[in-house]
């Protein structure tokens, strides 16, 4: 799946480029919107007492996007079982095939009650199949 | 009462100067460091239930702050009651007197358990005197 | 003109609203896209010399934003001169009545080379016409 | 080498936490910081048209910080040579021994005036023995 994002004044650094801590945000805006296509609410999900915090978060920069570029953002699920989701990303300026920024995260499940680990309910993971 | 910052690299944009809506958060900064030199700590706030939301908030910019430069930040009581803190800030680089940004804030207090405004327990009012 | 932006995950706080710092930072998205719908490209601003820091902001923060709401930011042009442009700024959810927030803008016009106040040249201004 | 930093506000999300993509501008703050105490300022590389952008990030996260914690950045130069330059990073809660997030970056050189890879010149090659 893919999305587009617009780069914001906000998002660049004196080198005139992208800030590279901007990327992993817009990893998580990936992540949001690819589940969103799938008909999972991450609001639900916290209200029903599920967090899902990032546990590990990679990527590499092999280009700088600028101030104003129109970026497609590649969400590529690549492990999603009930303990765990690692998605990878591709950043792109639209329509060019040179790829930009790659990226890996993995985040567990956790209860907001306990705050100790948990297994996705089936409620939620029958949505990834 | 006046704290110190260091401007980080990501705190730029590709102006080469400090982003506007940054000194925002400084401001806040500001503000927590200022009551905590009164014994008020936020967390507890929080954990009693007391929200402080932002209702206003103004900024006017002289001069830029560029990267690495060491800013002293002066953090100015201008109106603290129970329904409301009103601050001032000034931003200069340490050591001299030109002001680089001024800025103002409001906030009011609320309960978190009904989201409406409420006044500032005396617990806390008492450490403003 | 009317932009719809969404609110993601790390606009938040631990409040669990938008942080009002990031209103300040989609006031800019809103200029940035109304002047795009003029012809005006802040790129060739910069390529020309032109930098726009702002010299003042303000908002008032009326309800907070909530992750992953989708939300209308109008932006009134209030006062755009050769030396400098006054924006207006309204958020509401998409569809509802309701403002959450309202701000204001102002920025001068420099000369990068000079770092001096300058004047928007006839190429640009004419576009606002 | 170890430096002290506050958790602001403004670093949270609405899990309550601190936003994983802030570690990732703090191992930024501590690489300035490090390389302060060896004599070598970024501004003086930069306005010797030497950049040094960031290639590769990685971050694990075991416990979240949260708001007002004072953290200790612990910045270990892993591999610093002419070409690239890679650090770890270790962050505690100060004087706790429990490791909260560790980090990686690499970064390598280029040139302002071509955008090309280049060596670190001597002049600050020599300040890293």
Do not use: C
Not at 25 to 42: A, C, K, Y
Not at 103 to 118: E, H, L, M
């Amino acid at each position: 799946m893919k999305i587009n994002l617009r780069v914001h004044f906000y998002d660049t650094d004196l080198m005139g480029v992208v800030h590279h801590s901007n990327y992993i945000r817009w990893f998580e805006t990936g992540r949001v919107e690819f589940l969103r296509t799938l008909g999972i609410d991450l609001n639900e999900m916290i209200n029903d007492g599920i967090l899902f915090p990032i546990v590990e978060v990679q990527a590499k920069y092999f280009e700088p996007a600028k101030f104003d570029d129109e970026l497609e953002l590649e969400i590529i699920p690549a492990n999603l079982t009930k303990v765990k989701w690692e998605f990878e990303y591709k950043i792109r300026r639209a329509g060019e095939e040179k790829i930009l920024v790659e990226g890996f995260s993995r985040n567990v499940f956790t209860s907001a009650a306990t705050g100790k680990i948990s297994r996705l309910p089936e409620k939620y993971f029958s949505k990834l199949a």
